[in-house]
T-cell receptor, first 114, second 112 residues
């Protein structure tokens, strides 16, 4: 595809349920990022994958959050036992490796935890 | 730590007015600097960037200059249009993995 795609575009879930969010990066981009955009916290970094290196998980807010990247391409962000404060737009971005490279963002997944 | 301080919004201007949105960053190393824009109902997209001191990024009539001495990357446009109404985010990269640290965003509304 031409850009970063994410699915689902919207997700409504009940508190305590697990959710999986998917990101398809731009073909050939080895760097992949997850961010979260919420009213109270603005845009914040969650996790970063670069090639086969160990991911930078320093932005994950709790151990309920995890992410995988299979085959260096598609990534899945999983939130276990969702809480209402997890409600936000989850954004995925990809880029070529290197300083100053532009990150291209997907449309996001809007998560609402009831 | 790394941080970005961005002019608080919202900002409302008349069409053809001059725009400045201030942005400063913490001076940890020599980060790449970016302005991203989010138009209503759309995703984040890069507006412009600069990767070293004194570089000027420009796009769609917007400009920003990487000022190392003042640790700033202010966004300017000489004559705004209604179509520029959006939320603007200043961001810095982090050498080594380039995860972005964003400012709080500035909502800009241009009235005809």
């Amino acid at each position: 595809g031409a850009g970063v795609s994410q699915s689902p575009s919207n997700k409504v879930t009940e508190k305590g349920k697990d959710v999986e969010l998917r990101c398809d990066p731009i073909s050939g981009h080895t760097a992949l990022y997850w961010y979260r955009q919420s009213l109270g916290q603005g845009l914040e970094f969650l996790i970063y994958f670069q090639g086969n290196s160990a991911p930078d998980k320093s932005g994950l807010p709790s151990d309920r959050f995890s992410a995988e990247r299979t085959g260096g391409s598609v990534s899945t962000l999983t939130i276990q036992r969702t809480q209402q404060e997890d409600s936000a737009v989850y954004l995925c971005a990809s880029s070529s490796p290197g300083a100053g490279e532009t990150q291209y963002f997907g449309p996001g997944t809007r998560l609402l935890v009831l | 730590g790394n941080s970005v301080t961005q002019m608080e919004g919202p900002v409302t201007l008349s069409e053809e007015a001059f725009l400045t949105i201030n942005c400063t960053y913490t001076a940890t190393g020599y980060p790449s600097l970016f302005w991203y824009v989010q138009y209503p109902g759309e995703g984040l997209q890069l507006l412009l960037k600069a990767t070293k001191a004194d570089d000027k990024g420009s796009n769609k009539g917007f400009e920003a200059t990487y000022r190392k001495e003042t640790t700033s990357f202010h966004l300017e446009k000489g004559s705004v249009q209604v179509s520029d109404s959006a939320v603007y985010f200043c961001a810095r990269g982090q050498f080594g993995n380039e995860k972005l640290t964003f400012g709080t965003g500035t909502r800009l509304t241009i009235i005809p």
